[in-house]
C-alpha cells in the first residue's frame, strides 16, 4: 500500500517538476525589455550584443529554447555563469554543502525551540507560559530575518566591540570554528519556523488531549510525562511533519538574506550575487535547483506522512 501511495505522489510531483521549469524559464522573459540589453548596460561583459543573445540562445523561437534548455538541463548542463565563465553546476557544488549546512542547523533550533514550547504550552494552557510561548511566536513570525540578521552584527559591535565573524572559515583549516560560525545565522534563521512550528505543536497537542483514549490514560492514574510523551505527542506531531516540509522551502529561501550579512559562500548568496551581476544562466540554473530540491522535500514528507499515518494512504 505505502508504494502505490509512493507511486501516486511521484506522479503528482512531476507535472509540479514541469510547471515550476516553465515559471522558472519565463521569469527573466518576463522582464520589460531585452534582457541582454540590461545585462549589458549594468555589466562590461566581453561579448557583443550579439554574440550574448546567440551564447544565450535568445535567437531561436522561445519553445525550442525552453526544450533545449530542460534537455541539457536533465543531462547535468546549466550552462556557464557569465562572470566567471565556469560551468554552473560546478559553482553550485561547491556552494551547495553551505547552503545545506545553514539549513540543516536552521531546521534543528526550529524543531528544539517549536515542539518542546509547544507542548509546554499546550500542557499548562492559559497559563503565564502559554501566554509568554505564544507572544513569543507571534514576535518571531512578525520580526523580519534581515532586521534580525543586522541587529546581531550591528548591536554587540556599537555596545561590546564585537561581532560575529563575517569571515568563512572552512572545515579542514578549524572544524570547531567552521560548525561555530553556523549557529548565530542558524538560529536566526530557524526563529520563525520555531515560531510556525510551536504554534502548530500547541494546537494538535490540545485536540489530542481532548480525545477518548487520552482521558482513558487519565483515568488509569498515568502520570503526566505518560500520558503526555508516549500516548499523545506522536498522533499530534503528524500534522507537524507536514509544516516541516513547508518551513524547510522558507529556510531554502531565507539563506539568501543570511548568507549575504553573515558572509557564507552559499547558494543564496551566489544568487544575490547573479542578481547584481545579471548573471543570467546562474539565476536560472540556482532557481530550477531550489525548486527541484522544495518538491523534493514535499515528496519525501508525503511518504512520511503516510507512514506514521495509514489512514493518509487510503
Not at 72 to 89: C, F, I, Q, T
Not at 124 to 152: C, H, K, M, N
Amino acid at each position: 500500500m505505502i508504494r502505490r501511495y509512493t507511486l501516486k505522489r511521484l506522479l503528482v510531483a512531476i507535472p509540479s517538476l514541469l510547471i515550476a521549469t516553465v515559471i522558472v524559464f519565463s521569469l527573466s522573459r518576463l522582464i520589460p525589455g531585452d534582457v541582454v540589453t540590461l545585462m549589458m548596460q549594468e555589466n562590461q561583459y566581453a561579448q557583443s550584443l550579439e554574440e550574448m543573445r546567440e551564447k544565450l540562445g535568445l535567437n531561436r523561437p522561445i519553445y525550442l529554447q525552453y526544450f533545449e534548455w530542460i534537455g541539457r538541463a536533465v543531462r547535468g548542463d546549466l550552462g556557464e555563469s557569465l562572470y566567471s565563465s565556469r560551468p554552473v553546476l560546478q559553482e553550485l557544488a561547491r556552494r551547495a554543502p553551505v547552503s545545506l549546512e545553514l539549513g540543516a542547523v536552521a531546521v534543528f533550533f526550529a524543531v528544539l525551540m517549536g515542539v518542546p514550547i509547544g507542548v509546554l504550552s499546550a500542557v499548562r494552557q492559559d497559563s503565564a507560559e502559554d501566554y509568554i510561548a505564544r507572544s513569543g511566536a507571534i514576535l518571531g513570525l512578525s520580526a523580519p530575518g534581515f532586521w534580525l540578521g543586522t541587529l546581531v552584527v550591528v548591536l554587540p559591535a556599537i555596545y561590546f566591540g564585537w561581532s560575529p565573524s563575517i569571515k568563512f572559515i572552512l572545515f579542514i583549516s578549524d572544524p570547531w570554528g567552521h560548525m561555530v560560525q553556523f549557529l548565530i545565522p542558524g538560529f536566526l534563521l530557524g526563529i520563525a519556523s520555531a515560531a510556525s512550528i510551536m504554534r502548530l505543536t500547541r494546537t494538535q497537542l490540545l485536540e489530542v488531549l481532548r480525545q477518548d483514549y487520552v482521558r482513558t490514560a487519565w483515568s488509569k492514574g498515568l502520570g503526566e510525562r505518560v500520558v503526555v510523551l508516549k500516548h499523545s505527542l506522536k498522533n499530534a506531531l503528524i500534522p507537524v511533519v507536514t509544516v516541516l516540509g513547508i518551513q524547510i522551502a522558507q529556510v531554502l529561501s531565507g539563506t539568501v538574506i543570511f548568507e549575504t550579512i553573515f558572509g557564507l559562500p552559499g547558494m543564496g548568496r551566489f544568487l544575490f550575487d547573479a542578481i547584481t551581476e545579471r548573471d543570467y544562466p546562474v539565476i536560472q540554473g540556482i532557481n530550477l535547483v531550489i525548486v527541484t530540491t522544495i518538491v523534493t522535500v514535499n515528496l519525501l514528507v508525503d511518504v512520511v506522512y503516510a507512514y506514521l499515518d495509514p489512514r493518509i494512504r487510503y
